[in-house]
């Protein structure tokens, strides 16, 4: 059908109001599936986010046989995104590169050959560094993994890093039970938050510490919301009270999450109970971590580190994977797991969002939606 035809048709049936019609999205599917451009969030070269980004229009091409055509809706902006931007994540993309390691689309149409995906489905990167900062895809059905389409849009946009994330960090590294005590730095961090949610679900109590801010308390509440059993902050850890807090538990934490590195990360191994465990998953103070080596020696902390991406690399069709998916896309339907507060920016407005990522003490993620 050419361009003229086209838009003579849909101006008709906008005019009459029959945008929802049958013939109407039928002729828009098949408009998206001839494009030859989409617009995307390129990268050229590392260094300063401000600076390095530009919206430029690529080629889409046809799907060939195996190969499936995605219409991306959302995609937030995480410091692993802003990260890969500046060159410092442990993985430096081929450049040129098209921005964006997480978020979710819509299969337009597939290829002959594709099997296990339909028009209307939900899906999501298989890897990193997949480039969700874009409007169209046209990629191999393996590259892509199936989401339900049944849990709200912000959650599928955001459900590949954070949950998972924390989903594992909870299973993976300490036998929990109803009842345990985990501490976390971080805690109103996306991750820590979906820490927070699960250990709620699992009957596990948390100690969650944040850092002082003008609206501590309207962030302590809404920890609190989530299901934090304690909410204290970075200077309180270092008073007599955070002991008597541990204390009144009798039992001290099996598990510290730390994601904030060099005294934060001290105080949290300070408190571990013996043969306690440490999992470092980020380090935003770009400070190292200081181990005491009375917590080696005489306590037999054991110090581990977590990336999702070398998880997913290790599990890319494992059961074990579906399953958590399963488990997390549950919770998410009977509202047991929220997404953090979001801002929704306009994709046009990629680098205004960005430039908002990179300032202190954001209390919202930004995400980019696609479709305007």
Not at 124 to 145: D, S
Not at 187 to 192: C, E, I, Q, R, T
Not at 209 to 216: C, K
Not at 298 to 317: A, C, L
């Amino acid at each position: 059908m050419t361009g003229r035809i086209f838009h003579s048709i849909t101006n008709v049936l906008k005019k009459h109001q029959l945008k929802n019609s049958c013939l109407w999205k039928t002729l828009c599917l098949r408009n998206i599936g001839t494009s030859k451009e989409t617009e995307a969030v390129m990268l050229k070269e590392f260094g300063d986010p401000r600076k390095v980004l530009s919206l430029e229009k690529i080629p889409v091409q046809h799907p060939s046989d195996d190969e499936v055509f995605v219409k991306m809706l959302m995609a937030p902006i995480n410091p692993s995104d802003i990260n890969m931007i500046e060159g410092t994540y442990h993985i430096r993309p081929k450049l040129p590169s098209i921005v964006g390691n997480e978020g979710v689309g819509e299969v337009v149409e597939i290829g002959k050959n594709v099997k296990n995906m339909k028009a209307g489905d939900w899906v999501i990167p298989a890897e990193p560094a997949w480039g969700t900062w874009r409007q169209l895809a046209v990629t191999k059905e393996n590259l892509l993994l199936k989401i339900d389409n049944d849990i709200p849009l912000l959650s599928a946009a955001t459900i590949m890093v954070n949950p998972c994330t924390a989903y594992r960090m909870l299973k993976d590294y300490v036998m929990l039970e109803a009842g345990d005590l985990v501490i976390q730095n971080g805690a109103n961090s996306a991750v820590g938050q979906c820490v927070i949610q699960l250990a709620k679900e699992w009957g596990i109590k948390t100690i969650n510490i944040v850092r002082d801010r003008p609206d501590l308390e309207s962030l302590k509440s809404h920890l609190n919301r989530l299901g934090a059993t304690h909410v204290v902050t970075e200077e309180f850890v270092r008073t007599s009270e955070m002991k008597e807090l541990i204390n009144s538990y009798n039992q001290k934490p099996k598990l510290a999450l730390n994601c904030v590195g060099g005294k934060s990360a001290t105080e949290l191994i300070r408190f571990l109970k013996e043969k306690g465990t440490i999992v470092t998953y980020g380090g935003m103070s770009k400070k190292p971590l200081t181990i005491p080596t009375g917590a080696l020696i005489f306590k037999e902390v054991k110090i581990m580190g977590y990336w999702n991406t070398q998880w997913n690399f290790e599990h890319r069709d494992s059961d074990e994977k579906k399953d958590m998916y399963k488990n997390l896309c549950d919770l998410i339907r009977d509202c047991k797991l929220l997404p953090s507060p979001s801002e929704l920016v306009p994709f046009s407005n990629f680098q205004e969002a960005v430039d908002k990522s990179l300032e202190g003490f954001q209390n919202q993620k930004k995400v980019l939606v696609m479709q305007e």
